[in-house]
């Protein structure tokens, strides 16, 4: 309980308890299927085949971002290997780094009403917003959608960014792979990971079988818990993007 409004230490109450680190691509936002949405919108393909997802409804093409086998969805575009992975990724960055639209107009995903909560108990713990690769608009974006707490933007060397940390973080990710990465660096620390749960890329197969078994993770990394989130409510994602449709805030850029 909090009286007097002062500080909630959730540091002594609960395991995970002394700051969060999330991953902002599908955690915070999905700020790669708004590009895809947007790309649908005004026709722009950059020579990728858009007509395989062009005639979707918004939660048809929601479900197909989910069920994706690539992170980057472009790739799962490219079904005719026009470009290689790497190409692929330019490309989205460069998109990403050309309009910050994509980040204002994303919607923000259930990590919002753990931080809502953050804020009404006067929590002081670090929150940190993490991306493999720099991209300049993210921290600007997470201030505006976290409004009234510090967050610190961190990218780059996973273990260099996770070196920022105390003991008993909590870490939010979407990708297993720096799941399977970040145990191997926590060995021996008392956190908390937690693996969002509906993207396909996470699984061996149709979303029945992640890629790393979690349990055995945990086993063979003492102390460290591990665990799964839904990290998005396809219902409200479809109602944000139809609210953004009917608001005619898309607009073409360069």
Request: hydrophobic content about 40%.
């Amino acid at each position: 309980m909090i009286t007097d409004g002062k500080p909630f230490n959730t540091n002594v109450f609960f395991s995970g308890g002394a700051g969060i680190f999330m991953q902002y691509h599908d955690i915070v936002k999905p700020v790669y299927l708004y590009t895809i949405f947007k790309m649908v919108l005004i026709k722009k393909s950059f020579g990728l085949p858009l007509n395989i997802i062009q005639r979707m409804s918004i939660l048809s093409l929601i479900e197909w971002y989910m069920k994706r086998r690539y992170i980057n969805p472009l790739q799962c575009l490219d079904y005719r290997k026009i470009l290689d992975t790497n190409e692929l990724d330019e490309l989205l960055w460069n998109i990403l780094e050309a309009d910050d639209s994509l980040y204002k107009l994303s919607p923000g995903l259930n990590i919002r009403l753990m931080m809502n909560v953050y804020k009404r108990q006067h929590m002081t713990f670090p929150v940190y917003v993490y991306s493999k690769r720099e991209e300049s608009h993210i921290l600007k974006d997470c201030k505006q959608l976290f409004a009234g707490i510090s967050v610190r933007y961190l990218y780059g060397d996973l273990k260099e960014a996770v070196a920022k940390c105390d003991q008993n973080f909590t870490y939010i990710f979407s990708d297993i792979e720096l799941v399977k990465e970040l145990c191997k660096i926590l060995t021996g620390t008392c956190s908390h990971i937690l693996l969002a749960r509906e993207y396909r890329y996470n699984y061996s197969d149709d979303c029945k079988t992640f890629k790393y078994n979690l349990y055995d993770l945990a086993q063979s990394h003492p102390f460290v818990r591990i665990g799964t989130t839904l990290a998005t409510d396809l219902n409200q994602l479809a109602l944000s993007f139809n609210h953004i449709l009917q608001g005619g805030e898309i607009v073409a850029t360069n």
